[in-house]
């Protein structure tokens, strides 16, 4: 299975920073082993800074941290997939749970995103997760449930099953774990992850196996090591963690 450390850098950086930080990775990285990608989700005006620190280091990649399923248009405000491909990106996040909370994305709206970018080159990570309060009103398998549906009920054919290998990852982010520092105990990661698994495999078959499952919440170089030890855990997704180049090359290297 791939593996994959990604940072949020969120709204942080300019692009001078972005530069300094991703100069810092590509210097402490070189290249990655077969296997093992990193990527960088920069914010818009920093993707082509990263991309280029990035250039000659085999498994270092950026991606944009949002998209709008059209080529172009009177869409004020918004970035095309072809426009993050040309900024220097090869990846985009969508579902984050600040994009789903905080800017009042639906799921029929991520699944929009996560489509038109995979038909438009890029490799998506598709962030599901609960809420508190969803998961203490047991709904915590419903609520992954219907993101991930949502996303592969609209899949066509000619971009589902294997062509997914290599294209698409899966972040889990329990809502409540996201920037608090209150990462979820090894239990609880164990088992999203294993119902995320189960889901997938309802969605997509065998290909279920190939797809990388990250966590993100509160991911620290303290815990990084016991993370990436569970069963199902193909890799994590840092926001406060990573804006230290240090600090989440110790993550990495645990
Ligand atoms: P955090 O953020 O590591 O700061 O909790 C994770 C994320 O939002 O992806």
């Not at 909370?101 to 962030?127: P, Q, S, W, Y």
């Not at 419903?142 to 949502?150: G, I, K, P, S």
């Not at 809502?175 to 209150?182: E, L, N, P, R, S």
Request: contains cysteine.
């Amino acid at each position: 299975m791939q593996k994959i450390f990604a940072a949020n850098w969120k709204m942080y950086k300019t692009r001078s920073q972005a530069s300094q930080s991703a100069q810092e990775l590509a210097k402490g990285l070189g290249q990655m082993p077969a296997g093992q990608e990193v990527v960088v989700f920069a914010p818009f005006t920093a993707i082509s800074c990263a991309a280029d620190a990035f250039k000659g280091h085999a498994g270092l990649t950026v991606g944009g941290q949002n998209c709008y399923p059209a080529e172009e248009g009177a869409f004020t405000g918004e970035t095309s997939p072809a426009m993050l491909r040309d900024a220097g990106a090869a990846w985009v996040l969508t579902g984050h749970s600040e994009r789903r909370h905080i800017m009042g994305e639906d799921d029929a709206l991520v699944a929009r995103k996560t489509i038109f970018a995979l038909e438009h080159g890029l490799n998506v990570l598709l962030c599901i997760g609960e809420t508190l309060e969803q998961r203490e009103a047991g709904k915590l398998n419903a609520v992954l449930e219907r993101q991930l549906a949502a996303v592969f009920a609209a899949m066509p054919a000619s971009l589902g099953g294997a062509a997914l290998v290599g294209k698409l990852a899966v972040g889990y982010e329990p809502v409540w774990a996201i920037g608090t520092g209150k990462v979820a105990g090894p239990k609880e990661v164990l088992d999203a992850h294993a119902v995320t698994r189960a889901l997938l495999g309802k969605l997509v078959g065998e290909t279920a196996s190939r797809l990388p499952i990250l966590y993100g919440g509160s991911v620290k170089p303290n815990n990084a090591a016991g993370l990436m030890a569970l069963d199902n855990v193909d890799g994590l997704l840092v926001g406060g963690a990573s804006l230290e180049a240090q600090s989440f090359l110790q993550i990495i290297g645990a």
